[in-house]
Nanobody, 124 residues
Framework: QVQLVESGGGLVQAGASLRLSCGCS????????MAWFRQAPGKEREFVSA????????DYADSVKGRFTISRDNAKNTLYLQMNSLKPEDTANYYC?????????????????WGQGTQVTVSS
C-alpha cells in the first residue's frame, strides 16, 4: 500500500513563496509518475503539475506556468512543488498523487493514490 503525506502549506501574503513536499512510502511505486492537484472551496479539483518517473518530463497548468516548479528526489521518495509569486487565486487544498505508470497527464482518473492534502492560503 502506498502512502502519500503532504506538508509545507500555510498562510502567506500575495507575492510570497512556499515549497510543498510530498513524502511517499510503502512500495517501490514511489518512483513512478506523480502530480500535484488543488481544490478550492466550492470548486472541482484541478490539475496543477505533473512529473514523470525520472523527472525528464514536466507539465503545468497554464495558471501556474512560470511561477510553480515541480521536482522530485527519488532517493528520498519525495515530491516537491516550489510556488513563487503566489496569488490569492492559488488558495486551495493541495494534493499530491501517484500514477502506476512512468508518465501521466492532467486527468485525476489517471492517478491511483492520493494524499490527504495541505492547505495553502494566500491573502491579498
Amino acid at each position: 500500500q502506498v502512502q502519500l503525506v503532504e506538508s509545507g502549506g500555510g498562510l502567506v501574503q500575495a507575492g510570497a513563496s512556499l515549497r510543498l513536499s510530498c513524502g511517499c512510502s510503502g512500495r517501490t511505486y514511489c518512483t513512478l509518475s506523480m502530480a500535484w492537484f488543488r481544490q478550492a472551496p466550492g470548486k472541482e479539483r484541478e490539475f496543477v503539475s505533473a512529473i514523470s518517473w525520472i523527472g525528464s518530463r514536466t507539465d503545468y497548468a497554464d495558471s501556474v506556468k512560470g511561477r510553480f516548479t515541480i521536482s522530485r528526489d527519488n532517493a528520498k521518495n519525495t515530491l516537491y512543488l516550489q510556488m513563487n509569486s503566489l496569488k490569492p487565486e492559488d488558495t486551495a487544498n493541495y494534493y499530491c498523487a501517484l500514477a502506476l505508470k512512468a508518465s501521466s497527464g492532467y486527468g485525476s482518473d489517471e492517478y491511483d493514490y492520493w494524499g490527504q492534502g495541505t492547505q495553502v492560503t494566500v491573502s491579498s
